[in-house]
């Protein structure tokens, strides 16, 4: 079973993503259009340094699923929210 910590640290890494998730689409959309060369290399940089400077774990990528029962993350099911100890 997890611990109590890595569930609550999940939980503030759901919050976050979701806190900064228009801000981080607009920035990397607008980032699109200056790779086709519609904004200097300049913008484009200035635009890099604002998503870097976004907290970490805003990040989708860091997010990790784990059991509602367990905390357990590895041998996830997404279709019940398990894991497979628990769907045993």
Not at 9 to 20: A, C, D, F, G, S
Not at 45 to 72: D, E, M, Q, Y
Request: proline share 2%; aromatic share 6%; hydrophobic share 30%.
């Amino acid at each position: 079973m997890a611990t109590k910590g890595k569930i609550e640290t999940e939980m503030r890494r759901e919050k976050l993503i979701v806190r900064y998730e228009q801000k981080r689409q607009l920035l990397k959309d607008v980032q699109k259009t200056s790779r086709q060369g519609e904004i200097s290399m300049k913008k484009h940089l200035v635009l890099l340094k604002k998503i870097h400077n976004l907290p970490r774990n805003s990040a989708p990528t860091r997010h990790r699923n784990r059991c509602w029962s367990t905390g357990r993350s590895r041998g996830f099911y997404r279709d019940f929210g398990l894991s497979r100890h628990a769907l045993r």
